[in-house]
C-alpha cells in the first residue's frame, strides 16, 4: 500500500526566504507525483505535476524535482511573500485516470 | 472555465438523516473523484469513476454510502442514515485520462458536512 510522507508538519519563515518542502513515498512505480495548494476552507489548487519520467517542473518561483528511485519530491519555494502561506499537499497518481495518494501537508505561514 | 462545481457548500444534519452532495465536474473530463477530508485520516479517496463505470470504491466507509454517476456531468454522493462521525469536508475533483499527457486533478472548494 502506497504511503506518502511530508517533512516538516509546518514551517515558519520570514518573507524572502527560499524554502523546500518535502515528500517520500513507500512505492516507487507511480505514474505522477502532484504538489497542491489548500487555502483555508477551499479546495485544492494543482500547481505542479511532475511525470514519472521527468525529474523537475517549474512555475514561476516555484520549482518541484523528483527522484523516482529513493521515492522522494521537493517543492522548492524562491522568495517567499506572505500570499504564499497556505497548506502544501503532495500526492502520487499509480497509473492513469486513478486514485491521488495524499501526504498529511505542510503548513507554511509567511511572516511579512 | 467553470471548474468542478460542488454543492451544497455546508450541510448541517441530524443524525440518522439522509444526505446528498452533488458535483458537477468540468466539462469534457472523464474521472471523478469523490475525497473526504478530516483532521485526523487527512484527505482519502472515496470512490472514482472513469467514462460514469465506478472504477475502485474500496475507500467507500460502509453500505451507508453509496456514489452514483448518471452521466458525464452530474455525480451524487449519498450516505444515509448519517452519523456523526461523517462529519468532515467532502471534495469532488476531475481530470481527463487516456490521453498521452498527465493531467492534474481539479478540485471544487468542498461540502462541509455537520452530523449532530
Known amino acids: 500500500k502506497q504511503e506518502v510522507t511530508q517533512i516538516p508538519a509546518a514551517l515558519s519563515v520570514p518573507e524572502g526566504e527560499n524554502l523546500v518542502l518535502n515528500c517520500s513515498f513507500t512505492d516507487s512505480a507511480i505514474y505522477n507525483l502532484q504538489w497542491f495548494r489548500q487555502d483555508p476552507g477551499k479546495g485544492l489548487t494543482s500547481l505542479l505535476l511532475?511525470?514519472?519520467?521527468?525529474r523537475e517542473q517549474t512555475s514561476g518561483r516555484l520549482n518541484a524535482s523528483l527522484d523516482k528511485s529513493s521515492g522522494r519530491s521537493t517543492l522548492y519555494i524562491a522568495a517567499s511573500q506572505p500570499g504564499d502561506s497556505a497548506t502544501y499537499l503532495c500526492a502520487v497518481e499509480e497509473t492513469s485516470g486513478s486514485r491521488l495518494t495524499f501526504g498529511e501537508g505542510t503548513q507554511l505561514t509567511v511572516n511579512p | 472555465d467553470a471548474g468542478v462545481i460542488q454543492s451544497p457548500r455546508h450541510e448541517v444534519t441530524e443524525m440518522g438523516q439522509e444526505v446528498t452532495l452533488r458535483c458537477k465536474p468540468i466539462?469534457?473530463?472523464?474521472?471523478l473523484f469523490w475525497y473526504r477530508q478530516t483532521m485526523m485520516r487527512g484527505l482519502e479517496l472515496l470512490i472514482y469513476?472513469?467514462?460514469?463505470?465506478?472504477?475502485?470504491d474500496s475507500g467507500m466507509p460502509e453500505d451507508r454510502f453509496s456514489a452514483k454517476m448518471p452521466n458525464a456531468s452530474f455525480s451524487t454522493l449519498k450516505i444515509q442514515p448519517s452519523e456523526p462521525r461523517d462529519s468532515a469536508v467532502y471534495f469532488c475533483a476531475s481530470s481527463l485520462y487516456g490521453t498521452s499527457r498527465n493531467q492534474p486533478q481539479h478540485f471544487g472548494d468542498g461540502t462541509r458536512l455537520s452530523i449532530l
Open positions: 511532475i511525470q514519472s519520467s521527468q
Open positions: 469513476f472513469n467514462n460514469n463505470v465506478p472504477i475502485d
Open positions: 466539462s469534457g473530463h472523464n474521472s
